[in-house]
């Protein structure tokens, strides 16, 4: 069993910035880690990708404002987050797909990012 737990989530103004972190229990090595986020009332949606290679893919929303990067010495994934915007405001959860060829994934339990004024 793998656990993702992230942090780094807060409550900013517009234009602001937050780094979230997502810090596995056991290697994330070969490893596919995304961020996903979930406003209220919205299905839970993308918001990036990261290979085994460090390929980076992004929901269009957040491209070239949020930025995803992993260490996996650390066992962690970040995301980066720029000049956000109200419409970022959601519930962002880390996953991992520890298991491929399985539908379930690794998920964290979330960190609330709000962004108003």
């Known amino acids: 069993q793998v656990q993702l737990v992230e942090s780094g989530g807060g409550l900013v103004q517009p234009g602001e910035s937050l780094r979230l972190t997502c810090k596995a229990s056991?290697?994330?090595?070969?490893?596919?880690m995304s961020w996903y986020r979930q406003a209220p009332g919205k299905q839970r949606e993308l918001v990036a990708r990261?290979?085994?290679?460090?390929?980076?893919d992004y929901l269009d929303a957040v491209k070239g404002r949020f930025f995803i990067d992993r260490d996996n010495a650390y066992r962690q994934i970040t995301l980066d987050m720029n000049n956000l915007k109200p419409e970022d405001t959601a519930v962002y959860y880390c996953n991992g797909d520890f298991m491929p060829g399985s539908a379930a994934d690794a998920w964290g339990q979330g960190t609330q990012v709000t962004v108003s004024t």
């Open positions: 990261i290979t085994r290679s460090g390929q980076a």
């Open positions: 056991r290697s994330i090595v070969g490893v596919v």
